[in-house]
């Protein structure tokens, strides 16, 4: 049996039903602890193209990443290999001056090498062959050669996990890019 609304309810029944679905809706846009990051929901905001740069904190500089830590390396790298091309990514002006698309995969490497040297890795979030005379195109990783600096990127990290002697007779033991013909730029 349909129920039928008596006729000066219908808009009252409709705006109700269109404040519901935009209420639905906006809860599901979950907003990111930049001192407390959730990996996952940087990266489905990176993917989606609304991560949003926090604002200009206390000291006067504006936040670009959110606040990752060394913990958060393990699960960056679940991403590592995602070649998914996305829209934007902070700290990227130059990677967009100089062309070629953003990659998720090499933008998640970019951010576990700026968290394992402790500032930003470069200008750009793309890699460059060693030989680069410039931070152009041409010189830009293809899709395999960063499929293989996350290899790199993984190794390293069950290095650093699970640390023995290496360290104390390989001086490069820290550099996930040594030997690569990779560089950041």
């Known amino acids: 049996m349909k129920h039928h609304f008596p006729f000066p309810y219908r808009p009252l029944a409709a705006l109700l039903l269109t404040a519901c679905a935009l209420l639905a809706g906006a809860c599901t846009d979950e907003a990111l602890d930049y001192n407390n990051p959730n990996v996952d ?57 100089a062309g070629g698309k953003l990659r998720l995969g090499e933008c998640i490497l970019w951010t576990v090498e700026t968290i394992r040297l402790g500032h930003n890795a470069s200008l750009g979030c793309k890699m460059v062959h060693v030989d680069a005379m410039d931070y152009e195109g041409i010189y830009f990783l293809t899709d395999e050669e960063v499929q293989d600096a996350a290899a790199r990127y993984r190794r390293w990290w069950e290095e650093r996990k699970h640390p023995h002697a290496a360290w104390a007779l390989d001086p490069c033991y820290d550099d996930p890019l040594y030997g690569s013909g990779y560089m950041w730029w």
């Not at 959110?66 to 913990?71: R, S, V």
């Open 41 to 97: 929901l940087f990266v489905k905001q990176l993917k989606a193209g609304k991560y949003v740069v926090q604002d200009i904190d206390s000291t006067g500089v504006a936040g670009t990443l959110p606040n990752f830590a060394f913990e958060d390396i393990e699960t960056l790298l679940k991403y590592a290999e995602d070649l998914t091309e996305i829209p934007d990514f902070p700290l990227a002006p130059i990677s967009y001056l």
